[in-house]
């Protein structure tokens, strides 16, 4: 169940950091910050606010456009994107990749944090303040759950419009990942600079 617990355990100012991307076969991992001041949102707000994997995609929507709506405003949300792209992952592995993108999207935060709640069980190496990885964190967290709303939305966008470049893979629709359609576009058209080549799938057909 949803809660604010982690974050006034650590008191503060606390980020909620997760991430949206890391098991496609394309495209970028993209990371999101988020702090949230409850006191300053509507019950209902909070109240739509979940894991991303269980919010249907309309309503994700949705939710993302009012947070950012309230981020701009400076109106009880900070928020930030930011992401690895496919050639980092190649380049130092998928795992590092997204801990770069988290490191970067606090970093991008108009408020540093006084520390940070990142979901997972591994912490980047290079936070700006303290940490405490909150494994299934995005499923008890109010703000993981808030970031992973951000990452999942802002990456579904970025291979929405990769799609419309690549129309062979059906990306605006699986977002990357390994769906028989989309293996069946790299069968037919072949592997794109988009493609994770080191992933297991992407390596065999190299080999």
């Known amino acids: 169940m949803l809660h604010y617990r982690f974050e006034r355990a650590l ?17 970028p991992v993209v990371a999101a910050a988020v702090i949230l001041m409850p006191a300053l949102l509507p019950r209902r707000l909070l109240g739509a606010i979940d894991d991303s994997k269980v919010v249907p995609p309309e309503a994700r929507a949705k939710l993302a456009a009012k947070l950012w709506q309230r981020a701009a405003r400076q109106d009880g949300v900070i928020a930030a994107v930011a992401a690895s792209s496919t050639a980092e992952i190649e380049r130092i592995n998928i795992l590092q990749a997204t801990l770069l993108a988290m490191t970067r999207a606090i970093g991008r935060l108009a408020q540093r ?29 109010l703000s993981i759950a808030a970031a992973s709303i951000l990452a999942k939305v802002t990456r579904d ?19 990357g990942y390994g769906t028989p359609e989309h293996c069946a576009g790299i069968a037919i058209a072949g592997p794109t600079r988009h493609h994770r080549m080191g992933f297991a799938p992407l390596r065999n057909l190299a080999e």
């Open 157 to 175: 966008r970025l291979m929405m419009r990769l799609a419309a470049r690549y129309p062979a893979y059906g990306w605006e629709r699986n977002a």
């Open 11 to 27: 008191g503060g100012i606390v980020a909620g950091v997760d991430e949206a991307g890391r098991g496609p076969l394309a495209g």
């Open 113 to 141: 944090p006084t520390a940070v709640l990142i979901d997972g069980n591994i912490l980047p190496a290079s936070l700006p303040c303290p940490g405490r990885a909150v494994i299934d964190g995005d499923a008890k967290s």
